[in-house]
């Protein structure tokens, strides 16, 4: 069901949407933004439950019951005043934004208000960005849109001018790795072996539920540690390791994207380490005396140009340089650098 007891993590936009509440004020329009997967949908998603909760006094911040007929039917997405709006082939479309205009013109069905979800709402065309101002001037009674975004600079600001807008903080890599922990063990039904990689997938996810969940179902962390020692142990006078450990690393486009992320997060914990002379924020905890090791080798200059021949591997990854190129060049400036 929807609680707000399971959004974690994020006490001042439920402080917000609990002034709101209590004042029975709600208003017609917010725009949610914050990095991706910290809850700032399932805030929304539950906060049109609790709103239309039949078995909740209005005027008061608290849980939806989570059993009447409206909750039951949000939950479920069965809800006809419920309108969820998601890109479509990666952008939102006017077509879209016109059934909200058809939507406000009516009366909500079953529910005290209607909301309209818009989840990744910067992917509007420019067609349906302006349709959508149109509604958010003037904006129904019993209507409200709620805007999700974490690329909020691509809105107009004509849109965001009129919208409230509640900004979702990174989460604590901790409750990360305890959330990741409930939701594996929810989906396997028995409790994930080794919390050690839950905490490294959390320091992946940066603050991100959704991308620490994405790392431990991609299998990225896979193969992690076996992947980095042949990177650092790459010896000069052996052409050939270097070739096959560039023909692994090409193995596809995705894969070699995820091993560049790997790459990126190891020197910048070495370069971290270095800095600070603590692991105390390493993402790859459990690689603590093999980063220490490396940062009494590694010049700090060297680390920093590492850092940047990553980058535009990555760079040159997004504009479909052949990869086996880009993986080539790449493990023969970390193999001179590190030499």
């Not at 005290?112 to 958010?136: G, P, Q, S, W």
Request: aromatic letters at 4%.
């Amino acid at each position: 069901m929807l609680k707000w007891s399971h959004i974690r993590g994020q006490s001042r936009p439920l402080e917000i949407l609990s002034t709101a509440l209590d004042a029975d004020r709600v208003h017609h329009a917010y725009l949610f933004t914050g990095m991706e997967g910290v809850g700032k949908f399932l805030t929304a998603h539950t906060l049109s439950a609790v709103v239309n909760c039949e078995r909740r006094p209005e005027g008061i911040f608290k849980d939806a019951c989570g059993e009447c007929r409206s909750c039951r039917k949000i939950f479920e997405w069965k809800h006809p005043d419920i309108l969820r709006v998601l890109p479509s082939k990666g952008t939102i479309k006017i077509a879209q934004i016109r059934d909200i205009q058809t939507a406000s013109n009516r009366a909500p069905y079953e529910g005290r208000v209607r909301f309209v979800l818009i989840d990744d709402a910067h992917t509007m065309t420019d067609e349906a960005a302006n349709a959508l101002l149109k509604t958010l001037e003037e904006p129904a009674a019993r209507m409200r849109l709620i805007l999700v975004s974490d690329q909020p600079h691509r809105l107009l600001e004509t849109i965001l001018s009129r919208c409230q807008l509640i900004r979702f903080d990174r989460l604590d890599e901790a409750l990360v790795a305890e959330l990741l922990a409930g939701i594996l063990s929810a989906k396997s039904g028995a409790d994930p072996e080794n919390a050690a990689d839950l905490s490294v997938a959390a320091g992946y996810g940066e603050g991100s539920l959704g991308r620490a969940l994405a790392v431990v179902e991609s299998g990225m962390l896979e193969g992690r540690k076996e992947f980095i020692g042949k990177v650092v142990n790459l010896s000069v006078g052996h052409p050939v390791a270097l070739l096959d450990l560039a023909e692994e690393l090409k193995s596809s486009r995705d894969e070699m994207a995820s091993r560049l992320d790997v790459l990126m997060l190891f020197f910048r914990d070495i370069m971290l380490y270095k800095a600070a002379e603590h692991s105390a924020r390493l993402v790859n905890s459990d690689l603590g005396p093999q980063i220490q090791a490396l940062s009494e080798r590694l010049k700090m200059d060297d680390l920093l140009a590492i850092i940047d021949d990553i980058r535009q591997a990555q760079r040159d990854l997004l504009a479909n340089v052949n990869a086996q190129l880009i993986a080539e060049e790449l493990l023969g400036r970390v193999r001179r650098r590190r030499a």
